[in-house]
């Protein structure tokens, strides 16, 4: 081949890659930017967590396995106005639950127990919900977001950029987030502050770890196990084959347990392996180690080296890119349940869906379970088994 070629398509590839890399933005920003604005935690330390999961991630899977906020701890803690102690504190007691649930292969096999409709009941219930976060952004724009346009304004553009982004996705994705980082600059009033923010060590007590335990781990424990190890797992087997493979319950459980470690000892964001991020990354082009590794050091620039000025710049972020980047990914995901194969099979999923979208997901799941061992669906053709992961399976490089 000839050089110009290769050059163009490494172009191609690399440009790909940097568009899934940033798919999964409608999650990641709205959460950040409360618990910076609300819950006063610092933005190099909300980032950093982030960021070093996502360098992690690129050569422990090889694949775009996402990175997001740990959404119920985070929505919990944003509602009560918790501060950095508590949060802390319920950080590092994910993060050593994930690390004892992942140590052999207890959850690989507690993974074989859950049929396909039951998981895909799982990601319906996560589409769903980023639409529902989606419509919230469009619709009722939260305080913590300032130098907004007008709600109308902000519906209409939502309602177009998902448009332009369904369609056009890689290929407009990078243009449109770009220009939103730029409208933010300016809107915020100029450049962003060079340097990092102070990072404050956690003030730990037995009252900051009772509350955090009961206020919100327990809420998330249930979720993170379905939609950060379950979930995951299956879709990556789903969109990348026998390289998928890679991605088995546990090991997810033990990356996201050590960054939560991290997390709490920093005063920073709990994190955990979404399956709708997969989605997104994937929606986008992302499809090896590239659009992780892209992701975690542009984190990591952010949180160092301008995180000084992000709590003046994200609140300008504009909301109708964050909506209609939410609303794609929920589309992509729901989308896994095109292999669903019977009536019985579609009854367990979208009951699954519906109730944990509406409800509860973990009593959702509970139901699900019970009713697809009364009615056993038929199973679609493709699916299989979490098997561990072998030294040989690697995405394409």
């Excluded at 910076?36 to 090889?62: C, D, H, K």
């Excluded at 990354?281 to 000025?309: C, K």
């Excluded at 609140?315 to 292999?339: E, I, K, W």
Aim: proline share 8%; hydrophobic share 60%; aromatic share 6%.
């Amino acid at each position: 081949m000839p050089a110009d070629q290769t050059v163009v398509g490494t172009g191609r590839l690399w440009w790909r890659e940097a568009s899934g890399a940033i798919a999964d933005l409608g999650v990641l920003v709205p959460i950040t930017v409360a618990l910076i604005v609300a819950n006063g935690l610092s933005p190099t330390a909300v980032l950093l967590p982030a960021a070093l999961l996502y360098l992690g991630v690129a050569p422990l899977y090889r694949l775009p396995v996402a990175v997001q906020p740990l959404k119920a701890f985070g929505a919990i803690a944003i509602a009560a106005g918790l501060g950095p102690d508590v949060i802390a504190a319920g950080a590092l007691l994910m993060g050593a639950t994930f690390l004892v649930l992942g140590r052999g292969d207890l959850l690989d096999r507690v993974a074989r127990v859950f049929p396909v409709p039951v998981i895909r009941g799982i990601q319906l219930s996560v589409g769903l919900l980023f639409a529902k976060i989606a419509w919230g952004l469009a619709t009722a724009p939260q305080p913590t977001f300032t130098h907004q346009a007008e709600p109308v304004v902000i519906q209409v553009a939502t309602a177009v950029l998902f448009v332009v982004l369904l369609v056009l996705r890689r290929h407009a994705i990078l243009v449109v987030v770009l220009g939103a980082i730029a409208v933010a600059v300016v809107v915020a009033g100029g450049p962003l502050t060079a340097g990092p923010s102070p990072l404050t060590f956690p003030t730990l007590s037995w009252s900051s770890f009772t509350t955090a335990a009961v206020v919100l781990v327990l809420p998330q424990l249930p979720l993170t196990f379905a939609n950060s190890c379950l979930a995951p797992a299956d879709a990556a087997r789903t969109y990348f084959g026998e390289a998928g493979r890679t991605v088995t319950p546990a090991r997810l459980a033990r990356s996201l347990g050590a960054a939560n470690l991290v997390a709490g000892a920093v005063s920073g964001m709990p994190v955990c392996h979404g399956a709708g991020g997969m989605s997104a990354h994937h929606a986008f082009g992302a499809r090896t180690w590239r659009a992780p590794f892209l992701m975690g050091v542009t984190l990591l620039v952010l949180a160092v080296g301008a995180g000084a000025g992000l709590a003046d710049v994200l609140p300008a972020f504009p909301l109708a890119v964050v909506a209609a980047l939410l609303a794609v990914a929920g589309v992509m995901h729901v989308l896994l349940l095109r292999d669903l194969r019977g009536s019985r099979a579609w009854a367990v999923a979208l009951g699954v869906g519906v109730l944990g979208a509406v409800w509860n997901l973990a009593a959702a799941v509970l139901l699900g379970l019970l009713v697809a061992r009364v009615l056993r669906p038929t199973p679609p053709a493709s699916a299989a088994p979490p098997a561990p992961p072998a030294s040989s399976a690697r995405a394409s490089s």
